[in-house]
């Protein structure tokens, strides 16, 4: 397949301007790499697109120190830049952001900006641009004095330096209110907008970013309503793959939802994609199609249009294969994109080794480890689990609606129903779509290209995590695995938890989760803690007996020499007043806790000599139990806690339990609680413990 060559420059406007298209390097974070710009121009070449916007919001010099002359060091590297733009074809532009701490109406300032440009303008750029986003509104009180509005006071010092560059070909000027969503009231009846219509000077061009700062959609009548207050076409600044906002997404998606009419209403198109500079590769590589797919009959690389996209000229989906299969040749390639060239010739010897013989394993021995390739197929998951800021790819919808179904479903895992054969077969699928997750991330891990990789592999890391602990919960609902510490721990492992302090922020907000891609997103649990009743007897024996089911050990329970506590999961032995708690979730019965004052009945029951040291210090007997489906340990310590108070209040000193040692859930479970402790206890089988705590 095909790759967008230089030989279709794509569109041109009326006239002899050329169709604006490229790359904005103008997302905050950590500007690119010398290196890495180069790599960008001979991409765009390659590709068929002709501009780089260098607007990186955290170039010090760029933006908080405007006024600030670049050093002999970085005018070389400038000059540098801008040389090998020239050398692939690609139109430089520098922008400067001014408007932090700009004063207008102060000549000094003035003069400033313009000594600036100057010194730029002799690096050998001709290409400029004044951006006035992301900064206050409100005018200091000299301003106020000079100009009548913000925008008058814009206009007047981008009208000036414009004219002291000598009115260059290409001058792009970035408003405040740059997209719909920040005008007042609306885009047709901005007076901001209106002014910078009518007072910019007709050869200076005008960023626009859609709708929103990141447009889902730009369409053909939004660009006509604005083009129409600003009284020329607008070049857009597209947000679309931009993720300086969320240091957790990334966007591999296709350039899409911009119809190709729009083109020869737009004086270009530029994008803002992520800050990692090599995951651009989709972004940059499907705008230079789109670019190209103006409907005036031209010839393109691939044949765009299919039944299922609404736009003749122009395939997302298309372009997206188109784009991963060549981003698939540079992965395999060892060569480091952007990295200088090795030296021909070395007067240096090289460096002797000695290998020995090749190792190879004996019949009874592990074989080598042997890195399976990338595919095509490991890219498109790869795109459909980063997709774009409005979409999930079709491979992550599937995995949340089956998740969500798996999880609200889940009573035909814990009990035989007319769904729990289906719940299985999807239940497996589920567990094969996170298998392919795991063994995409092996296989990206070991692509030769490790450049890219290094800028992916917080990303792949974070989802394979992610999916992890939904593939080790639906195992857990099958009962695949035994009960665990997982289920009811208090002290987990950090990748337990996500997200961090800002992930803690945005859980307590009201709001969280309520603009999830996925519209139907499981909800939090909601579990119930009430008194026991008698008609709850059936419902406490079968979660026992499930559990007893669900045991680690491998004697027959039969066998198996009972605990004290167990008379009260039983039945045998009424709990005390007071001292009975069920835990229901939606289900229904999936917990309880119960507790007698006197636990001597319950010793006799069973024949079990407890001392009377023993029972001086821990007269009280306590049991508890809860289904593994529930994840959260909270609903458990909370009815330890409540059935301790009642029998606290009984006057009781101290209550005990016995546990099985093969039990490891719920002896976590105690010790994690930090007042239960080990106790000596004369006469116990040998398999059984005991833990008390003082009350």
């Excluded at 420059?9 to 009326?14: A, E, F, H, L, S």
């Excluded at 480890?369 to 980063?386: I, M, Q, R, V, W």
Aim: with cysteine.
């Amino acid at each position: 397949m095909s790759t967008p060559g230089s030989a279709n420059k794509g569109p041109t406007q009326t006239g002899t301007r050329r169709f604006i298209s490229g790359v904005v390097e103008g997302f905050y974070g950590r500007p690119w790499t010398m290196e890495q710009r180069t790599e960008l121009f001979k991409r765009e070449q390659k590709w068929g697109l002709n501009t780089y916007l260098y607007a990186p919001k955290d170039d010090y010099k760029h933006r908080m120190y405007w006024r600030d002359l670049y050093s002999a060091e970085e005018a070389e590297q400038l000059i540098a830049l801008i040389s090998a733009a020239k050398e692939h074809d690609v139109e430089f532009i520098y922008a400067i952001s001014p408007g932090l701490d700009v004063t207008f109406s102060n000549p000094k300032e003035v003069a400033a900006l313009k000594r600036k440009l100057d010194q730029v303008k002799e690096f050998g750029c001709r290409s400029f641009s004044l951006l006035f986003d992301d900064i206050e509104t409100e005018m200091c009180a000299a301003d106020k004095q000079a100009y009548s509005t913000f925008a008058h006071a814009q206009v007047a010092i981008t009208n000036a330096v414009y004219q002291h560059l000598g009115e260059p070909e290409t001058f792009l000027f970035c408003p405040t209110d740059y997209c719909a969503s920040f005008c007042t009231p609306t885009v047709s009846q901005s007076s901001y907008l209106h002014t910078v219509g009518e007072k910019l000077l007709p050869g200076i061009d005008i960023l626009w970013t859609g709708p929103k700062v990141v447009s889902h959609k730009i369409s053909v009548e939004s660009i006509e309503e604005v083009s129409s207050v600003l009284k020329r076409a607008p070049v857009i600044w597209d947000n679309i793959h931009a993720n300086d906002y969320d240091p957790q997404r990334l966007f591999l998606g296709p350039y899409k939802d911009r119809p190709t009419e729009l083109i020869p209403k737009l004086r270009g198109v530029l994008t803002n994609p992520n800050c990692e500079f090599y995951p651009n590769f989709v972004a940059i590589h499907t705008l230079a199609t789109w670019c190209k797919a103006f409907p005036d009959g031209g010839q393109r690389d691939v044949e765009m249009a299919g039944d299922e996209e609404q736009d003749r000229c122009y395939s997302p989906q298309k372009a997206l294969t188109l784009a991963l299969t060549d981003w698939l040749q540079e992965f395999m390639s060892a060569d480091q994109p952007g990295a200088r060239l090795k030296k021909e010739s070395s007067e240096e010897e090289p460096m002797q080794t000695d290998m020995g013989e090749s190792y190879v394993p004996g019949p009874d021995e592990n074989p080598l480890y042997t890195a399976e390739p990338l595919t095509l197929n490991d890219l498109k998951l790869l795109s459909e689990l980063f997709y774009l800021p409005y979409e999930h790819g079709a491979t992550a919808r599937t995995m949340l609606q089956e998740l969500d179904w798996l999880k609200n479903q889940r009573s035909a895992a814990a009990a035989e129903t007319d769904k729990t054969a289906e719940w299985c077969s999807r239940a497996q699928q589920f567990d094969d779509m996170c298998e392919a997750v795991v063994q995409m991330f092996n296989r990206l891990s070991n692509a030769p290209n490790r450049s890219i990789l290094y800028d992916l592999y917080n990303y792949i890391c974070d989802i394979k995590s992610g999916v992890g602990l939904a593939r080790a919960y639906i195992k857990t609902l099958r009962g695949q695995r035994p009960p665990s510490a997982q289920v009811m721990n208090n002290d987990p492992e950090p990748w337990g938890f996500r997200g961090g302090l800002s992930g803690e922020f945005q859980r307590m907000l009201p709001c969280h989760g309520n603009r999830d891609l996925f519209r139907h997103p499981p909800m939090t649990e909601v579990y119930c803690i009430r008194p026991y009743c008698p008609e709850d007897k059936m419902e406490v024996q079968r979660v026992f007996r499930e559990m007893q089911s669900a045991g680690e050990g491998k004697v027959p329970l039969m066998a198996q020499p009972p605990l004290v506590c167990d008379v009260l999961s039983e039945g045998e032995i009424s709990p005390s007043p007071q001292c009975a708690l069920i835990l229901e979730d939606e289900i229904g019965v999936c917990g309880y806790a119960l507790g007698l004052t006197d636990a001597k009945p319950a010793a006799a029951k069973i024949q079990r000599a407890v001392t009377d040291s023993v029972l001086e210090d821990f007269p009280s007997l306590v049991t508890i139990q809860v289904l593994p489906r529930v994840m959260d340990s909270s609903p458990a310590n909370r009815m330890i806690g409540r059935l301790l108070s009642s029998i606290r209040s009984s006057g009781s000193r101290g209550a005990f339990c016995e546990l099985r040692q093969s039990d490891r859930r719920m002896l976590d479970f105690y010790t994690k609680l930090g007042y239960f402790k080990p106790i000596k206890m004369a006469g116990l089988p040998q398999d059984i413990i005991a833990m008390g705590t003082s009350l």
